[in-house]
């Protein structure tokens, strides 16, 4: 009886938690139109308050098939990434980027060190092994982050009430993400939505198979 | 097109054919870092006998597939051992005697000056291989050794660089011929390629490669035509035909190619490319080659 009064008394709580938050819909085009997929979009209260005190979440990067999966990957700032190697081969994984550089020697399933990410920016990942390999972990310092999905868009439904900076990061994005940045309002029970354009850059990687470029005698 | 598998199928060959079948099965089964490549060609040569005098080219169309498996074993921070094997094999239209099967044995030892995909790299590589041809004279277990440096600029552009030494074995089944040497096909070469890769956007890649080399080449001449030359060694070339003679030549041969590769997936690409090679050989004896060429590349 005690007990059940308790889920009951919880489930109140979190409905009324839940009857304040805030919903946010995120839609990232680009100059076609078309929904731009793994875009990071940001949101950072003005009133530091609104920034509950989250603790940042162990995380993971996996190597599948001899690419990063994900792609992108975002976290919040002070998160440990391990990077476990679900493929049959080793990797050697590196970052030369100022928020986090590090390097762990060549080692298969899930034997390496987990890597603590403690400033907040974008850290690129590679392979030495295999150099076509690249991902990103994007750093975040607001405990509000998200990713979208392939059709472009992200919703966040339990925001604190209130004014935010809502910022966009992707890859190939051809300006500086600070130039992203809105204010936006959000008040509970009143859904907002946002929508941005991104003009992105051709995505160039490393080739995977390289042709033959060479001539050869007969 | 007509596809013959060659007639000599030495025993060289056969025995090799199940241990390299093993050891793809083991590459495919195994933990460890395996790379398996295969690829595959369309050709058309418009001097396959390396003719100098208009009468005596022979033009061929031929398909040629290969495939390839590497073990790569990290033996320090920075360097890395690859050793496997290259199963590869050429049918022509016409000329069935070409036809040929090849097994190889590779063996190299790769440096990076750093770490990531733009630091620069070396490589020394070493090679033992036996090509068998329909005409079994052609035959020849072949040795090559070379040396191999390279730089990624950017995600655009890399460029590398290969000399190398080949020497060529043929079985000693030539005799002598008018107390000139009949051993053609034994031959020894060294050459220097360079080559660049530039990447007009994701899928879309250009390679420009260049090549010197210096050596012994094989000229065939149709029947009723001969060289005059102080030739290394003659020997009757009935692929071309009876009545045809290939002759052994000191020779210098400068090639160019100029391809585009378009990326079907992360994994396969096919590409089409076009390849001039002048040969100035002893004599005088110069000849030339044109060869498009369609390819299919597929990494696992």
């Not at chain 1, 059940?4 to 009857?19: E, K, N, V």
């Not at chain 2, 080449?217 to 003659?234: D, E, F, P, R």
Request: glycine share 8%; with cysteine.
């Amino acid at each position: 009886m005690r007990t059940q009064f308790t889920a009951g008394i919880a489930l109140i709580l979190a409905c009324a938690a839940a009857a304040h938050a805030a919903e946010l819909k995120v839609t990232v085009k680009d100059h076609k139109g078309k929904g731009v997929a793994d875009a990071v979009v940001l949101a950072v209260p003005i009133d530091p308050r609104n920034a509950q005190r989250v603790r940042p979440q162990p995380d993971a990067v996996d190597q599948v098939d001899k690419e990063f999966v994900p792609y992108v990957k975002p976290i919040f700032v002070g998160s440990t990434v391990r990077f476990p190697n679900s493929d049959n081969i080793r990797h050697q994984v590196y970052s030369f980027s100022p928020v986090k550089k590090f390097e762990l020697p060549l080692y298969g399933g899930t034997n390496a060190p987990p890597v603590t990410f403690d400033k907040p920016g974008v850290v690129i990942l590679g392979c030495n092994i295999h150099d076509w390999m690249i991902g990103y972990i994007y750093v975040s310092e607001t405990p509000f982050f998200a990713k979208t999905g392939p059709q472009g868009t992200v919703a966040f439904n339990d925001l604190p009430p209130g004014e935010y900076t809502v910022r966009i990061w992707h890859p190939s994005m051809d300006r500086a993400e600070e130039t992203t940045s809105r204010r936006i309002t959000l008040a509970a029970e009143a859904p907002a939505s946002a929508e941005w354009q991104l003009g992105l850059k051709p995505s160039i990687r490393v080739p995977r198979v390289s042709g033959g470029a060479s001539p050869s005698y007969p | 097109m007509r596809c013959q598998v060659p007639r000599t199928f030495s025993g060289a060959i056969r025995a090799s054919l199940p241990a390299f079948l093993a050891f793809c099965a083991v590459s495919h089964t195994a933990h460890g870092d395996w790379t398996v490549a295969t690829s595959a060609a369309l050709s058309h040569d418009n001097n396959v006998s390396n003719a100098h005098s208009y009468a005596s080219v022979v033009e061929d169309s031929s398909a040629a597939a290969t495939v390839s498996v590497l073990q790569l074993m990290q033996v320090g921070e920075n360097t890395s051992l690859a050793a496997g094997g290259n199963l590869s094999g050429q049918a022509y239209e016409r000329l069935s005697g070409l036809n040929e099967a090849s097994l190889e044995g590779v063996l190299s030892l790769k440096r990076k000056w750093g770490l990531g995909a733009f630091a620069p790299w070396a490589r020394a590589g070493i090679s033992l291989g036996r090509a068998d041809y329909a005409d079994g004279y052609r035959s020849a277990t072949i040795y090559r050794a070379s040396l191999e440096v390279g730089k990624r600029f950017d995600e655009r552009v890399s460029l590398w660089a290969n000399y190398g030494f080949e020497h060529r074995r043929a079985s000693p089944t030539q005799a002598e011929f008018y107390g000139v040497s009949g051993d053609v096909f034994s031959q020894n070469g060294r050459a220097l390629k360079a080559a660049l890769q530039y990447s007009l956007n994701a899928r879309i890649s250009l390679g420009l490669g260049s090549l010197w080399r210096h050596g012994d080449v094989v000229s065939t001449t149709a029947a009723g035509t001969y060289l005059y030359a102080n030739y290394k060694a003659v020997a009757p070339d009935p692929t071309f035909g009876a009545g045809a003679y290939a002759y052994k030549l000191n020779g210098t041969t400068y090639g160019a190619r100029l391809g585009v590769d378009y990326s079907l997936s992360a994994h396969s690409l096919i590409g089409c490319g076009f390849q001039r090679l002048e040969t100035h050989a002893q004599g005088g004896n110069n000849y030339s080659d044109s060869v498009p060429q369609l390819t299919w590349t597929y990494r696992f």
